[in-house]
């Protein structure tokens, strides 16, 4: 499934706010600002997410789910897993 992250990080490489993606998606912002603010998958109407996953793509983002392969071609970003960066003491 989608993440909210991922339709976080789909908007800031468009350059678009939560009220345009709502407009392209045909949802409120209120439903887009609570699918962002899933940290895990985003639990939402299938319909919806389905709305926002073509809005996005429509605009030329391609959002993958986790452990498959991108459908695309050009340039992506792939968040793999998170490392914290060591300090020097």
């Known amino acids: 499934m989608i993440t909210g992250p991922q339709i976080r ?10 009220r345009e993606l709502a407009r392209l998606s045909g949802l409120s912002t209120q439903t887009i600002q609570r699918m962002e603010a899933c940290e895990g ?4 109407v299938v319909d919806s997410l389905e709305k926002v996953m073509t809005a996005v793509s429509g605009a030329g983002v391609e959002l993958i789910v986790e452990g498959a392969p991108s459908q ?12 914290t960066a060591a300090r020097d003491g």
Do not use: H, W
């Open 9 to 18: 990080a789909a908007r800031a490489l468009l350059g678009i706010d939560q």
């Open 41 to 44: 998958s985003v639990r939402a």
């Open 72 to 83: 695309g071609v050009g340039c992506g970003v792939r968040l793999v897993g998170r490392k």
